[in-house]
RNA sequence: GCCAACGUUGCACAGCUGGUAGUGCUCCUGAUUUGUAAUCAGGUGGUCGGGAGUUCAAAUCUCUCCGUUGGCUCCA
């Protein structure tokens, strides 16, 4: 006999020999896909030889969702092999919501997928066993023999000799640690999503693999859930809205990834700019403004040219200059040379308005006296998205940065980082975006990457960190997120499918006001050097509004929407004093829209819906003899015979104040 | 940039294995003057992303370019 203790500090005892799994079933019921013996994850079939812990991993748990879609992935292969038994798996690990796996095959459709998918469906009626058999290297190289993917992961992964686990699940054998589910029949709630392609080993030089993803959860609910949550984000799809609430448009014949602002989103824009700006004003900000291009040599000195070379538009030179250099037989890669030495001078569309903005600075003398001198500029900037990155207005090549550079005192930077962490949050608080988190980005490993001596990068490194903890919110230090020229603070917030989009940051810069020698009179009479901010609240006007779209599905607050209040006539009757309310409205500052057609009220309410309006008001003959007006919301709810006069100052209120909720029609009424 | 799929009127879509395009909404014109999610009737609108090729004949097949989508890689 030997003793199993469990979590709940009791004590089974059993005959050596019997399974994880029968005991998990006595002790906890059933749910369990696994089993921790003595703190390692195994499988249930696992034999308890001799005393040890006992824990089950339940399928509903993180790590039970782990094995199930590892188990699926399997599964998974199992059926493309069977499919295609040319294809040739390479690596299959799980994912949130599901998993993936790659192999080396050729193109698959969509009936591809729906079959694979139907293959699954069938293995898993089989109930096929899922086993685990440990071999040494000399008989796993001969099993893998046809395969060099998996040659080269026991090559990379296994020490020299050494042998490892298979799992086999009928005909289908595949190199893996585990643990897995103990047969196919656990595996009820997945469905395959999608094809694309991928790299071995994620380097675009080597082979090029077929990757299969699909999802898979421990419930029928959960996986519902999932695809329902995808239906109603495919519908607040940014893109979507943005044609269909006439937001913005991107045209090819403009460019790729190059948005073009429409009258209704430029307003949201506006309204976004305007609400910043008094904040600006309120923190003593000065506005600048600046061109979109810069002489090449700017860029050097800043290192933007050489650091970001690849990723910018190429630089613009003169045409006699050009004309000279072709005269005298000079190829493409000689000016690209030409200009990365210096020798020939270019103009460049900016990557970033840094550089203007200290200039601005380097214009005229500065003592201690004048810091911190904060300049701010929605500055437009550009920069050469690979193509297939682009997307919407999240991912583009032209786009406006809220932008501001603060020039402050060593002593100075903690009490203004804080100021600019404030205005992020005063505008995540309004806007009622409170799934972020917070990141510190640190310099990475790759010295290459970045500009300034180490000393300079450890006090910038110190002043975020520092910054971050004050906050009073959780925040991860990550490495390699640093911009070339400093360490950042980003807010990083989480949209309704859990992706995660880079708005606002924060950045401590030691090292541009070095390159560009920017001094200022200490108190001292010695000359100084300022340290920069950078900071991007909103970060790009762009990005911003493509994600404030999603995140209030079109239905932007009243003080955002792009029309605020559409009226609806009930007949031709009523269009004088339609035309009176709107007049009035108008010279509120209230964006309004008058129906006046000869539809039925209740065609006009279903072709206005679709614009999002903050209200409708409804007018016909007992409104026009009361001045009254009849308010219906998003929402459907209505009430009426509300005063003009009532009505205005109602609205105005909840203009004014920003609110996110519509209350102008109460139900009490 | 890489791989795959896709690209038909302002929008959403039909058009199977090749025989010069259809529907709904929008829009316009009539009729209707309407009380909270579609009044009726008529009409306009497309050289089927661009170019080239195969064919007696191409939206439909091939090539190429452009663009979109999903991933991969990248993001100051």
New binding site residues.
Partial sequence: MVEVSLPNGTIHEIAAGVSAGDVIKDAFGRGAVAAIINGEPCDLSTPIEESCTLDQIHSESDEGLHVLRHSCAHLLAQAVTQLHPEAKPTIGPPIEHGFYYDFEMG?L?EEDLREIEKKMKYIVKQNLQISREEHDSESLRQMFADNQFKIEIMDDKLDDGAGSSVYRQGEFVDLCRGPHVPSTSYLRHFKLT??????WR?D?NRE?LV?IYGMCYATKEDLQARETLLREAALRDH?KLG??LQLFH?D?MV???LVLWTPRGSVVRQELQNFIGEHLRRQGYSQVFTPHIGKLDLYRTSG?FPY?QD??YPPLVERDLMAKLADDGCSCSELSNLMEEGEIDGYLLK??NCPHHIRIYSSQPHSYRDLPLRFAEFGTVY??????????MT?VRGFTQDDAHLFVTEDQIAEEVLGCIELVQVIFGVLGMDDYRVRVGLRGEDSSKYVGQSEKWDKAEEACRSAAASLGVPFTEEEGEA??YGPKIDFVVRDVLGREWQLG?V?VDYNLPERFDLEYAGADGEKHRPVMIHRAPFGSMERFCGVLIEHFAGKFPTWLSPTQIHILT????HIDYANEVSEELKVLGVRVEVDDS??????K???H?KMQPSY?L?L????ASSRTV?I?NRA?D?V?GVPLDNFMANLLAEISTRSSEQKLVSKLD
């Fill in positions: 193109p459709g999608s094809t694309s392609t991928a790299f994620a675009s090029h990757r893109r044609k269909d991107i090819e460019g790729q990834g933007h970001y990723s910018q990557p970033m920069r050469w998205e690979q193509s297939g990155e682009i997307s919407g991912r911009a070339f940051t950045q009930i007949s031709e009757k000869d539809n039925t009220i209740g065609k309410i279903r072709t819906r409708m409804v016909g003959d007992e409104e009849s219906r459907g209505q009426q």
